[in-house]
């Protein structure tokens, strides 16, 4: 049975989402510039919702910090909740999974979800044992979602299990694989995957003409984006993964030229990451302003791009 993504795309059928789900990585950003407690992560969050929701078709927060944000969120925008834990143990390659232990599928509907998201890692070149694990992991939660009606969005993020770093040009020679297999994989229907939020099939950074080294010609990138289109039946969206604004409007630009039939994004720090500063160092008041200019510029800016 399909389910219902109306909530959380554009008129024209787009999903132009804000994620602003990170729980440790905002720590950690807040943290660059003094000492952070809980409710400053809460209160960022609220600032992020309550300013530029009204210029995307959902949010993407977690039901840790995030809910009182999401109750701040434009009445147009839809809601998608993280399911997972933040992180994994870094000390094991293994990085299993993990769910939130107070929440279900069905607490995140009653907090008024419009989908669920879970992150995964995954290397498709990883131990057999470790990947039948997250699988059935996935399973789970595609069952949990079915029985609640409620959509399901899996980002899937690529690494390699033998702790390869993934800003390497090594690993960018391997990522084009990596992300497209298990696109492959997860677009299973046992699955019960509604939405895949992925990674861009290449590092940008070594593709000729964005970056200072070359792993792939603008031609071989361009034939990579076709093929991560031609591995799902399912819609999918892409991550921002931290880069800047302009460089993720390149990026999307470059696919778009590729002929990538990506449906959407769920854009993160490239729209609010500049607020952090502004925050941390000159107040609330501050940090609202440079939402209302630069962070409402960010977001416009990538819907003219996604409406093109």
């Known amino acids: 049975m399909k389910k219902d993504l109306s909530k959380l795309m554009t008129a024209d059928g787009v999903i132009a989402a804000l994620a602003i789900d990170q729980r440790g990585a905002l720590k ?13 992560l809460i209160d960022f969050k609220k600032l992020v919702a309550q300013e530029l929701t009204p210029y995307a078709s959902a949010i993407l927060l977690d039901p840790e910090y995030g809910l009182p944000a999401s109750k701040l969120r434009d009445s147009q925008a839809g809601l998608l909740l993280a399911y997972e834990q933040s992180g994994y143990d870094t000390t094991k390659q293994a990085r299993l999974p993990d769910l939130l232990v107070d929440q279900s599928v069905k607490r995140l509907k009653e907090a008024d979800a419009d989908a669920c998201k879970f992150l995964l890692y995954y290397d498709v070149d990883g131990p057999c044992g470790i990947n039948e694990q997250k699988k059935a992991f996935v399973e789970r939660v595609g069952s949990e979602c079915v029985a609640e009606g409620l959509p399901f ?11 390869m770093d993934v800003s390497s040009r090594k690993f960018a020679k391997e990522k084009p694989h990596k992300v497209i297999e298990m696109m492959k994989e997860f677009s299973k229907e046992r699955y019960n995957v509604d939405v895949l939020k992925v990674e861009i099939p290449v590092n940008m950074e070594y593709v000729a003409g964005f970056g200072d080294e070359t792993v792939y010609s603008s031609a071989q990138a361009a034939k990579y984006f076709e093929k991560q289109s031609q591995a799902t039946n399912l819609p999918f969206i892409f991550l921002s993964a931290g880069v800047s604004a302009q460089r993720f409007q390149e990026t999307l630009r470059f696919a778009k030229n590729a002929g990538s039939a990506f449906a959407g994004v769920l854009c993160g720090r490239a729209t609010w990451a500049g607020a952090v500063p502004e925050f941390m160092l000159k107040g609330e008041a501050t940090a609202r302003q440079w939402l209302q200019t630069k962070g409402k510029q960010n977001i416009e800016e990538l819907n003219a791009l996604l409406a093109k």
């Open 28 to 40: 950690k950003m807040l943290g660059k510039y003094g000492p952070v407690n809980d409710e400053m």
């Open 153 to 163: 969005f899996l980002e899937l993020l690529a690494y390699d299990t033998n702790g």
